[in-house]
C-alpha cells in the first residue's frame, strides 16, 4: 500500500517507492528491535534493582535502576542511529549526487 501510494504520489517513481517501503518496514523491524531489547532489559534491571533494595537506605536501589535505565535509552538511542545511518549509506547507492 505504501509502495503504491508513495509511487502514485511521485509521478509513479518506483524507486522512490520501494525505498519508502523499504524505510518503513526497518523501521518496524527496529521497533520490534528496541521493544525487546528495552524489556529484555528493564526485566533484568527489575530483579537488580528489588536485590539492593532489600538494604538498608534507598540509594543503591536508585542508583541501580538510574544505570539501567540510561544503558536502556544510549542502546536504544544507538540501534535507531545505526539503522539510519545504514539505509542512508544503501540509498546513497541509489543516489549518488544529491540534488
Do not use: E
Not at 527489575?46 to 535502576?65: E, H, I, L, M, Y
Amino acid at each position: 500500500l505504501i509502495l503504491v501510494l508513495v509511487s502514485w504520489g511521485t509521478g509513479w517513481d518506483a524507486a522512490r517507492g520501494v525505498f519508502t517501503a523499504v524505510s518503513f518496514l526497518l523501521g518496524a523491524v527496529t521497533s520490534m528491535a528496541s521493544g525487546y531489547l528495552g524489556m529484555k532489559v528493564a526485566v533484568y534491571s527489575n530483579v537488580r534493582t528489588t536485590v539492593s533494595a532489600q538494604k538498608p537506605g534507598w540509594t543503591d536501589c536508585f542508583n541501580t535502576a538510574f544505570r539501567a535505565g540510561a544503558v536502556m535509552g544510549f542502546a536504544l538511542c544507538g540501534l535507531g542511529m545505526l539503522m539510519l545511518y545504514l539505509t542512508m549509506l544503501v540509498f546513497r547507492a541509489h543516489y549518488p549526487n544529491p540534488k
